[in-house]
């Protein structure tokens, strides 16, 4: 057996990395943002095992398995780590608890006084049981489906720390990088950093490829966008690949828009995530030319099912198949769908012919 067969033997091709890589495939790979939750039964029962849900992402037996679970399913192509955006501010020493029906609870810091107290460096041992599932995942993980890690964007955790809770368009962040920006900037500082120490702790320990979720990049202004969506994201890919410079970064400005070309451009990444309500020429003009391409099915659509979710998988297809595409929603998915449904689309997506 020659050197480069046995290669070939112990590394089998990961389809969804191969579209990151510059190689469209001919089916495009399939997953799901928020794959991993409440519209699956085994996630709910195991989630009323665990308790509250930090205890769930911060016991690496739970978190390994419910990462697993959409896989064993769906056997999608991608699984993604089952974490959440705000354990960053908790490494932080920030409080972070999550109520029921509520969402995510933080101190909030929202005067230059209170920025005051933010730690620079985070504890990376509250971290350890992330990393942990991690390995687990890696272990049981067939070798053709990749393992994402993620964080949250500095801009959409800050939005969640300054408020101390989600808010409709997070005026609260907003008013504060307008009134105080250098107090703002240095809660972004302090992100960027200790996102990319904790992004290339989850490739040590086994993620094959890294998404940072700006989920409200899209309540900013041109130039607010540049400066807390776009320029901290490229400091985080650079600083990521500083030390591993092939790493592959998905981006996801959701509500971007007409941004995402800058976005694209300035910020290095190898794909980018696209919402459902994103103009599609622009996409394959401007991005898709450049890069790859994640998305974009309305998790409403698949909740509706039938006939309007066939022509909307349709619609994705005929979009961007034609370029480097990882098919996915434009957001997560919803607890009440109907798993028919996902699996409605995965056979249509899968009986592709490009």
């Known amino acids: 057996m020659t050197a480069d067969s046995y290669l070939t033997q112990?590394?089998?091709?990961?389809?969804?990395?191969e579209v990151l890589s510059g190689r469209r495939q001919p089916v495009p790979p399939i997953?799901?943002?928020?794959?991993?939750?409440?519209?699956?039964?085994?996630?709910?029962?195991?989630?009323?095992?665990?308790?509250?849900?930090?205890?769930?992402?911060?016991?690496?037996?739970?978190?390994?398995?419910?990462?697993?679970?959409?896989?064993?399913?769906?056997?999608?192509?991608?699984?993604?780590?089952?974490?959440d955006i705000l354990v960053i501010p908790y490494a932080?020493?920030?409080?972070?608890?999550?109520?029921?029906?509520?969402?995510?609870?933080?101190?909030?810091?929202?005067?230059?006084?209170?920025?005051?107290?933010?730690?620079?460096?985070?504890?990376?041992?509250?971290?350890?049981?992330?990393?942990?599932?991690?390995r687990r995942v890696r272990r049981e993980l067939d070798p053709k489906i990749a393992l994402i890690g993620f964080c949250g964007a500095p801009w959409t955790v800050a939005t969640y720390m300054v408020a101390g809770q989600g808010t409709p368009d997070q005026a609260p962040a907003r008013m504060m990088a307008y009134r105080h920006p250098d107090a703002f900037a240095a809660i972004i500082d302090v992100l960027v950093?200790?996102?990319?120490?904790?992004?290339?702790?989850?490739?040590?320990?086994?993620?094959?490829?890294?998404?940072?979720?700006?989920?409200?990049?899209?309540?900013?202004?041109?130039?607010?966008?540049?400066?807390?969506?776009?320029?901290?994201?490229?400091?985080?890919?650079?600083?990521?690949?500083?030390?591993?410079p092939d790493a592959k970064i998905i981006g996801f400005p959701r509500g971007a828009g007409a941004m995402l070309p800058a976005y694209v451009g300035a910020t290095g990444v190898d794909g980018v995530s696209i919402?459902?309500?994103?103009?599609?020429?622009?996409i394959r003009e401007k991005i898709q030319t450049r890069v790859a391409v994640q998305g974009n099915l309305d998790p409403l659509v698949l909740i509706a099912g039938?006939?309007?979710?066939?022509?909307?998988?349709?619609?994705?297809?005929?979009?961007?198949?034609s370029g480097r595409l990882i098919f996915n929603l434009g957001h997560g998915i919803q607890p009440e769908t109907p798993i028919a449904h996902v699996e409605q689309m995965l056979k249509r997506v899968r009986a592709y012919k490009g």
């Open 193 to 244: 950093e200790n996102s990319i120490q904790y992004l290339l702790g989850q490739l040590k320990a086994g993620a094959d490829v890294l998404q940072i979720f700006d989920t409200w990049a899209g309540v900013l202004p041109p130039r607010e966008f540049e400066r807390w969506s776009i320029d901290p994201t490229r400091r985080i890919v650079a600083g990521v690949r500083a030390k591993v």
């Open 10 to 17: 112990i590394s089998p091709v990961k389809p969804f990395l």
């Open 92 to 134: 932080l020493g920030r409080t972070v608890r999550f109520e029921a029906g509520e969402g995510p609870r933080l101190d909030p810091l929202d005067t230059p006084d209170k920025v005051a107290t933010l730690a620079a460096h985070a504890d990376f041992t509250k971290l350890e049981p992330v990393y942990e599932a991690l």
């Open 31 to 83: 997953w799901m943002m928020r794959q991993a939750g409440r519209y699956l039964p085994e996630y709910r029962e195991l989630r009323a095992k665990a308790g509250g849900f930090l205890d769930l992402c911060f016991t690496p037996e739970y978190a390994a398995e419910v990462t697993l679970q959409p896989i064993r399913r769906f056997n999608f192509d991608a699984a993604i780590i089952f974490s």
């Open 275 to 282: 919402d459902w309500a994103t103009e599609p020429s622009l």
């Open 306 to 321: 039938g006939a309007a979710l066939d022509r909307a998988i349709d619609d994705v297809l005929s979009n961007y198949a």
